[in-house]
Structure formats: C-alpha cells, structure tokens
C-alpha cells in the first residue's frame, strides 16, 4: 500500500504558485520525501527531495511540517508546461530504496 | 549526459509468447531498478539490483516474470507465456545506490 495521500486533481492558473500537498502521517525517522512528476508518455521526472529540512532548488520548493506527517510541493510560477502528475513518495527504509507510488495529483495548468 | 535507455520502446506481442525489455542504466549507477504501470495508475515496483544481484525481487507478480543483470550495467526484464494483463509500460530506473532515482522513458508492452 502507499504510503502517501494526495488529492487526485488540481488547477492552477499559470503565473500563479501551485501548492500541491501530501500525507505522509506514517513516516518515520530515516525515510525521505521525493517529489517526481510525469508528463503524458515519459518516464518520472526527480523534482525534489528532503529529510526535515525545507527545501529549494531550480525547479521547486518543498515544505515539510515539523511532525514530518506532510509536505507541500511548491512550483512558485506555473507554466503550461508544469502540466502533469505529481508524484509524492516516501522511500523505503528497508535498505532496497524501492519508490512506492500512489495515484499522485494531476495538476492542470491553465491559461 | 546519457539518461536511462530502454529498447525498444514499443512492443506489441501474442498471448502466449516470450518477449525481452532492456534496460541501459546511467553508467556508473549501482542500482538497477524495474517498475510496471498501468494505465492511470502509479508505477508499481518489480525488482531491484544491487550489482549484479536481485536484491528485491518481492514486486514481481508471479514467476513467468524475471529480471538479469549479469555485469552489473544493463539489465533485461524477461515475460514468458505472456497474457493480456501484462500490457503496461514497463519503466527502469536507476541511481547511485541510495540516491535519487532516474527513469527511462519506458517500453509499452501491448499483449493481443
């Protein structure tokens, strides 16, 4: 089963900051947050990772509560091209790594 | 630099016959790892290697299903006796052992 919630679908009006969120209530202390996005066709795109810490890069924020139960992704000025799914992972800490992906958020971007 | 590659990137087959997807990891990555996804679903995981080695091989669905990587680089997902539920885009990803992970762009397994 995942390990993360997300909303199954959001708009956003381009120019504007998409705040896509994440449940991730059962975490624990060694496990990251990974976000990865997936446009029509290709293969998940890394966008961004933390431990506890917020995070920023070329690409996007990341915001992580205290608790570390949830997280939001932040692209601070959507384009048409940020149009795809969000994937929000927990990686697993049994020493494999593997990504458990749940239904992610079809973020829409709109003109 | 190169990315992940995987051949060939369309595969349509028989019900019934043995088909082979190849996967080019990032040179130098250690770790190898396979996923299934179905339409409108999240990738769901198969294998992962280590080197050479199945490390987890907990994903794969049954046992028609099998994964090598005998020089620790690049790597073939096997299918025998395929049926229709195995049509899916069978993705590879790569990393640096414990790192992030990088995709293909995936092969498309339609089975008729």
């Known amino acids: 089963d995942a390990k993360t919630t997300q909303p199954p679908s959001m708009d956003c009006a381009e120019g504007r900051a998409a705040n896509l969120p994440c449940n991730h209530s059962?975490?624990?202390?060694?496990?990251?947050v990974y976000w990865y996005r997936q446009i029509h066709s290709q293969g998940p795109q890394y966008i961004i990772h933390g431990l506890k810490n917020n995070e920023t890069n070329e690409m996007a924020s990341l915001i992580i509560t205290e608790d570390r139960k949830s997280s939001t992704l932040i692209l601070p000025h959507a384009t048409l091209r940020d149009t795809a799914v969000y994937y929000c992972i927990v990686s697993d800490p049994s020493g494999t790594y593997k990504y458990i992906f749940g239904t992610g958020t079809r973020l829409k971007v709109l003109a | 630099g190169a990315g992940v590659s995987q051949t060939p990137s369309n595969k349509v087959t028989e019900k019934g016959k043995y088909v082979e997807l190849r996967c080019d990891p990032i040179s130098g990555h250690t770790a190898l790892y396979w996923y299934r996804q179905s339409l409108g679903q999240g990738p769901e995981f198969l294998i992962y290697?280590?080197?050479?080695?199945?490390?987890?091989d907990s994903g794969l669905p049954n046992d028609r299903f099998f994964a090598v990587r005998p020089e620790g680089s690049v790597s073939t997902l096997k299918i025998q006796r395929t049926e229709r539920g195995d049509s899916a885009v069978y993705l590879c990803?790569?990393?640096?052992?414990?790192?992030?992970?990088?995709f293909g762009p995936g092969t498309r397994l339609t089975v008729t």
């Open positions: 990803a790569s990393s640096r052992g414990q790192g992030k992970q990088y």
């Open positions: 059962t975490i624990s202390g060694n496990e990251y």
């Open positions: 290697f280590q080197g050479t080695g199945a490390a987890d």
